[in-house]
């Protein structure tokens, strides 16, 4: 799924809370309800060097294609619908969490480097992402 520019700080938030929100239901349904691989994630997905992104839901299965997609699209229309029947404190339940997440302190020093990097190579420059006021601002 397209989402959009990347280099808009909005666009990467509303990704990663949608990644976070789409992560943990995409594997119980999709890989243990529905059975369809044994692998199946939810990331996030960049084009390179466009700054471009979105989500993607990974299937590695034996099934046809066309199968998959079928269930991927109807997973999607069910967590629209969970999404828009979401309470504002699950909502903002979610997003404290994803504050929480980014806020974190790294682990160690190839972590922090990691995550200073990962912000050159996308070109977001956003170095001050924990301090950011983004979490102000309405969301």
Not at 96 to 123: C, I, T
Not at 127 to 132: A, D, G
């Amino acid at each position: 799924m397209h989402v959009g520019k990347l280099t808009e700080q909005r666009n990467r938030v509303t990704l990663a809370l949608l990644t976070q929100i789409l992560t943990e239901p995409a594997f119980n349904v999709l890989r243990t309800k529905e059975q369809l691989g044994y692998v199946v994630s939810c990331t996030q997905w960049q084009l390179a060097g466009s700054g471009i992104g979105g989500i993607r839901i990974v299937v590695q299965s034996e099934k046809k294609p066309e199968f998959l997609e079928e269930r991927v699209e109807a997973f999607l229309d069910k967590m629209k619908g969970v999404i828009d029947d979401m309470t504002p404190e699950q909502f903002q339940e979610q997003k404290v969490g994803l504050g929480r997440k980014w806020r974190e302190a790294p682990k160690n020093l190839n972590e922090e480097s990691s995550n200073y990097w990962a912000q050159v190579d996308s070109g977001y420059l956003d170095f001050f992402r924990r301090e950011s006021s983004c979490w102000s601002d309405g969301w």
